[in-house]
């Protein structure tokens, strides 16, 4: 059975920092795109960042801005999210997520989020 299990979130002030986890298991994620989005209340699901199966290509949603970085490591089914120059408006449940179909473009996977889910975890970035 296939699972993503985020960690990392949690409380922090504007202009701080966090790095997110998301540990996979079920299957090698080696050959397939994954990603991180976010969902504040009340709005709909958004990327955040996607990144290729290899690693060799990202996405980045443009409210990025610079401040994020996504990578990943496949040795340990792991992909991470550092974020910097947290704003307010980062706050947000974030959820990892992992491609269904090998070996998409990291754009495509962000518009396109249709495999597995993490349940995600809570960032809130205090003023």
């Known amino acids: 059975q296939v699972q993503l299990v985020e960690s990392g979130g949690g409380l922090v002030q504007a202009g701080g920092y966090l790095r997110l986890s998301c540990a996979a298991s079920g299957r090698p994620f080696r050959n397939y795109a994954m990603g991180w989005f976010r969902q504040a209340p009340g709005k709909e699901r958004e990327c955040v960042a996607t990144?290729?199966?290899?690693?060799?290509?990202?996405y980045y949603a443009d409210f990025v801005q610079g401040r994020f970085t996504i990578s990943r490591d496949n040795a340990k089914n792991t992909v991470y999210l550092q974020m910097t120059s947290l704003k307010p408006e980062d706050t947000a449940v974030y959820y990892c997520?992992?491609?269904?179909?090998?070996?998409?473009?990291?754009?495509?996977?962000?518009?396109?989020?249709?495999?597995?889910w993490g349940t995600g975890t809570l960032v809130t970035v205090s003023s």
């Open positions: 997520a992992a491609d269904s179909r090998s070996f998409r473009a990291a754009e495509l996977f962000a518009r396109d989020a249709t495999g597995y």
């Open positions: 990144i290729t199966w290899s690693g060799g290509s990202t």
